[in-house]
């Protein structure tokens, strides 16, 4: 109720506005170009003032103006020019900027925790696990070495094999999977608990001894 309120006394206002202004002569222009430019350099300058801003602010928080605002955004991100404009802000150092600062920040930790407690996230994990289970195996190439204290996760050194690493060093590498994959498996090679370094060029599966190491470079039979 308060919002068709607002919205209707500015309207009055605005008519009141035009129609004094049209008396005083200010409105005696040759187009309707300069007309708009009048107006907008007016509601500038009056949104600056205090109650303009107080009329503005509460505006701008109302449902109706939310609405004409997501309107107007779907249709500028349709043209041709804001997707060249986005193609070029994605990859800008800005663009990597913020979004660092964002997703460290206490703000995004907590809506990340909100969504995946609501039944929309829950069912987003559900998804997420069932496919990284259809392209990934879970081979241990080794038991757990480290005390009972210690949580651990099993890290994928590749899509097959994986192997013991404490669970907050494991989940404080971050990046994609193939940084976190290579960067996992540096760190799990200075433990040395195999012997061997592992890596995603020479491991695989032989249908005959199950798995092995290939050290000198030869394809696996």
């Known amino acids: 109720m308060m919002e068709a309120q607002v919205v209707v006394r500015m309207k009055e206002q605005y008519i009141k506005m035009v129609e ?19 107006r907008r350099l007016w509601q500038i300058e009056y949104r600056k003032t205090t109650k303009g801003k107080t009329i503005y602010d509460r505006y701008a928080k109302s449902d109706i103006c939310k609405e004409k605002v997501n309107i ?46 609501s039944p929309k996230g829950k069912l987003y994990a559900i998804k ?24 651990i996760d099993w890290h994928h050194i590749n899509n097959l094999f994986v192997v ?12 994609n999977r193939a ?4 960067r996992c498996n540096t ?19 032989c249908k005959t001894t199950g798995w092995k190491v290939i050290q000198d470079g030869s394809d696996c039979t």
């Open 128 to 151: 997420r696990q069932t496919r990284r289970k259809k392209n990934m195996k879970f081979i241990q190439l080794m038991d757990n070495p480290f005390p009972k204290e210690i949580f």
């Open 20 to 38: 004094t202004r049209r008396k005083s002569g200010s409105y005696n222009c040759k187009s309707k170009e300069e007309i708009r430019e009048k």
């Open 187 to 205: 760190l799990f090679n200075e433990f040395n608990f195999l012997g061997f370094d592992i890596s995603e060029n020479n491991m695989c599966v």
């Open 72 to 117: 107007r955004m779907r249709e500028l991100r349709k043209t041709d020019k804001y997707k060249e404009w986005r193609k070029e802000y994605d990859i800008s150092d800005k663009r990597k900027e913020v979004n660092l600062k964002y997703t460290r920040g206490d703000k995004f930790k907590m809506q990340q925790r909100r969504y995946l407690e």
């Open 164 to 175: 013991p690493m404490p669970r907050n060093l494991h989940q404080a590498i971050g990046g």
């Open 179 to 182: 940084y976190h994959r290579n």
